[in-house]
């Protein structure tokens, strides 16, 4: 049913438009084949990162104003999920009003922190991402998210930087509107992102209020970017601090912080080596909680829109911390959790190939 009314919704914004002026059908396929080592057991699995497929277009309105709409979906080509449709999900998917004061948009949008993180990740959608580490400690949902009930502007470019702003009213813990008030709480987020010449920057920041369930206090987290290009270099560095142990517990205190740094060299016209490393502090007051995530890989263009490629991920953990190099609910392998022996966590790592194309 759910592929019916997808496919139903594709062909009428493509065949009507009148109804929807200037509609664009796209998309991602990106499929791969990783083996995958929780620290006790080892698989191979096939992988579907974050495909997806979408329409989009736009309607002039006079004035210097355009209607804006946007349908996304995720698209499991692994043919995992949903065991009759083959697993879709919503991604970002909205309708607005833009024009020379910028866009107000309604509807399911990327977290803006979420964004600064992305702008900043030289591993995408692949196994190892930085949401692994980010959003490792219980609040991928909040840090690295997509919100629902989204009320979002975005404004135009000053000299290459730009604002986008996000109000989730009654927004929950998972980024979606729960069924009782106790469990409901507003959320405020923004980033600030541009480039200048061969620099990049970026700021984020997110603020959840508490409930009575799964924030016990005030959530709040704020992060920060920056790139460099040099010929057929790259290098970035990050920064996120958040206080994830005392808001999400009754007896918890204190922030955690994440710094990574990255490079990218382009070898050839269509070869690109990459790595990266992070390290988080202990989770607030949690005791030995701390963990770092390693990356390198290879990225060779075969055209403009398909590339291949080849990345390693492993993740170190301290004794109580559990990050992992996988995070399937972003988009980015199969699900497994860190494992603990006797109370002690386990390193895990994988390696994966993979084939992304756009269209």
Not at 41 to 48: K, N, V, W
Not at 107 to 129: A, E, M, Y
Not at 183 to 188: E, R
Not at 200 to 227: C, D, H, P, R, W
């Amino acid at each position: 049913m759910t592929k019916n009314i997808l496919a139903i919704a594709i062909a009428a914004a493509v065949m009507a438009p009148s109804a929807f002026a200037a509609a664009t059908v796209y998309g991602l396929a990106h499929v791969g084949v990783a083996n995958q080592d929780t620290g006790t057991a080892s698989g191979t699995s096939i992988m579907s990162n974050s495909s997806r497929l979408g329409v989009k277009g736009s309607e002039d309105l006079g004035a210097g104003m355009k209607a804006i709409y946007q349908m996304e979906f995720g698209i499991n080509m692994d043919g995992e999920g949903d065991a009759l449709n083959g697993g879709t999900s919503n991604r970002n998917t909205f309708a607005g009003i833009g024009g020379g004061f910028g866009t107000v948009l309604l509807g399911r949008h990327d977290s803006p922190i979420k964004l600064v993180n992305r702008k900043f990740d030289l591993f995408g959608d692949q196994i190892g991402n930085t949401r692994a580490i980010t959003g490792g400690n219980g609040t991928n949902a909040l840090i690295d998210g997509r919100h629902s009930n989204v009320l979002a502007y975005a404004s135009p470019s000053f000299g290459g930087f730009s604002v986008l702003a996000a109000y989730v009213p009654g927004a929950g813990f998972n980024n979606e509107q729960w069924s009782t008030a106790a469990n409901k709480s507003d959320a405020m987020t923004f980033n600030v992102t541009g480039d200048m010449g061969n620099l990049g920057l970026g700021m984020g920041y997110i603020n959840v209020a508490k409930n009575l369930t799964s924030l016990q206090s005030t959530f709040e987290a704020f992060n920060l970017g920056a790139s460099y290009k040099m010929g057929a270099a790259k290098v970035l560095a990050t920064y996120q601090n958040d206080n994830a142990a005392k808001a999400t517990s009754t007896t918890g205190s204190g922030t955690r912080d994440v710094y990574g740094v990255g490079a990218a060299y382009q070898v050839t016209a269509a070869g690109t080596i990459k790595g990266q490393y992070h390290i988080a502090s202990k989770n607030g007051n949690t005791a030995n909680s701390g963990g770092t995530l390693m990356n390198i890989g290879y990225d060779h263009a075969m055209s403009k829109n398909t590339t291949v490629y080849a990345n390693y991920a492993m993740a170190t953990n301290e004794d109580a911390a559990a990050y992992t190099v996988n995070l399937a609910g972003a988009g980015a392998g199969e699900n497994f959790a860190a494992t603990t022996v006797g109370g002690v966590a386990k390193d895990n790592s994988a390696f994966a190939v993979g084939l992304i194309h756009k269209f």
